[in-house]
């Protein structure tokens, strides 16, 4: 009986640990332009990378 509950529970946390799961990765956050002449347009490229397994869905950005 104590072999079947040890196999249950090794089966339950194995079968737990290979669900497939998007996990989002921003190697850098913050971006800091110095000084730009006002009314200036200032843009940057931020890189975006899924480190999970399965597939990542961005759904909706807001820029702060």
Known sequence: M???ILT???VLTLAA???AEPN????KQRWDFGH???HSAL???YVIMNTG???LN???????
Not at 24 to 27: L, N, R, S, W
């Open 17 to 19: 640990m290979s669900v």
């Open 43 to 45: 843009t940057h490229d």
């Open 53 to 55: 397994t399965d597939t």
């Open 36 to 38: 730009a002449p006002q």
């Open 2 to 4: 104590k072999n079947l």
């Open 24 to 27: 989002i990765m921003i190697p």
């Open 8 to 10: 249950a529970i090794l």
């Open 58 to 64: 961005i759904i909706r950005v807001k820029p702060g």
